[in-house]
């Protein structure tokens, strides 16, 4: 949990007074003035597209809040009277990218008490600072907390311009100046209170980051660990071409459904043959090895897991429904494709498997990645005999020729 901190109101800025505050810091500088002269501000609710709009135009990619409503097919009823997760609004920014062919990759960092620490804000803050305008934040956070108010406020994006080493404090530049100035300034202890709040989900909000792939920056930021995999531009080894398979065409396709909620036959996976792999479950190295044997990766196959979804996850993120949609669903069991498996990885090492869920999106993102370790453990919990085996479904329509798993 975040400690209680006293809170101080936030201190509204004009531009020339962001650019004082940080005299002789040329990267701040540079920061705060290419994100000045963007023009366009927000004239909905929808802070958080047009955030990513900031964000990439900052970055040399001019995008509108009309672009990115009509390339990625969001529904506007939604993102302006709903409101927007992290999870859905990096979805939302990833598919953009992947769209159009940005040189960009987009990070995704929910700050929850198992993921995020205030000094590891403070590392990635620095990082982010250093590289200048090679990546940009995009903070998610309580505007009331983040601006010191005793009560109110919610939900809200806004860019990250700079940071005033001296004070102590962010400045942000933020999409709806009418309603909280363009610029404003609060201390970075108190944003990261405002980012550890949970949002109507139940998860922590956090910060996007975005960065250009022609350019040496590390990924990713030192003191943060991503929550969700970027499959526009993924970690080596997987591929986004693979990767991608696993993400619907329609923005809201598969939202909040239930167990292999996915189209296979839109896969081109009928006909197919159909087999059960069993491994030891405690055996996570086995586990990796029988899923590369089975095909895991190559076209014309897709595998199928039972696993539980908080013990996969490594953290208790979801709970159990209540009433009628408790009782007819599985709880925290789920069923899921899983999307790559690193075979060289640790089975320890949190990135070594990637699963493509089609439920609870808007908490956890459309790709996430695991411990070898860990989904032997999810899948044995998963199972209804002893825990001592578990198995996955195997789905393969490469025909004559295929190897059996």
Known sequence: MVANVTRVPSTPLTREEANARLDGNDVGDSQVEAIATLTFQQSINCCGVTSVAYALSALGCPTTVDDLFLKVGMNVDSAVGDGMTLAEIYDAAQRYVARVGLPIFVECYHFDEFKASAMGWATATAAELESGLDDLLILNFHSGIAHGWASGGGGHFSVLAAADEAKGDVIMADVHGVKYGSFWATPATQMFEAMADKDSCGRSRGALRFGRT????????????????????????????????????????????????????????????????????????????????????????????????????????????????????????????????????????????????????????????????????????????????????????????????
């Open 214 to 405: 022609d350019r040496p920056v590390d990924r990713p930021l030192p003191g943060l660990t991503p929550t969700v995999l970027d499959w526009a531009h993924p970690p080596a080894p997987y591929h986004a071409s693979a990767l991608r398979a696993y993400v619907p065409h329609h923005w809201d396709a598969g939202l909040g459904a239930r167990n292999m909620a996915r189209s296979l036959a839109a896969k081109g996976l009928t006909p197919t043959t159909a087999t059960v792999v069993t491994v030891p479950a405690v055996t996570s190295a086995e586990l990796v090895a029988a899923l590369v044997k089975a095909g895991l990766g190559k076209k014309g196959v897709v595998v199928l897991a039972a696993y539980e979804f908080n013990t996969a996850y490594g953290a208790p993120l979801m709970a159990k429904e209540k009433g009628e949609a408790g009782a007819l669903s599985h709880g925290t069991r789920a069923w899921s494709p899983v999307a790559a498996v690193d075979a060289d990885a640790d089975t320890t090492d949190g990135a070594g498997v990637v699963l493509a869920p089609a439920h609870h999106v808007i908490l956890a993102g459309r790709l996430w990645a695991t411990s070898a370790e860990r989904l032997a453990a999810a899948m044995a919990a998963a199972t209804d005999d002893d825990g001592n085996d578990v198995s996955f479904v195997v789905l393969d329509n490469r025909g004559e020729g295929q190897t059996s798993a």
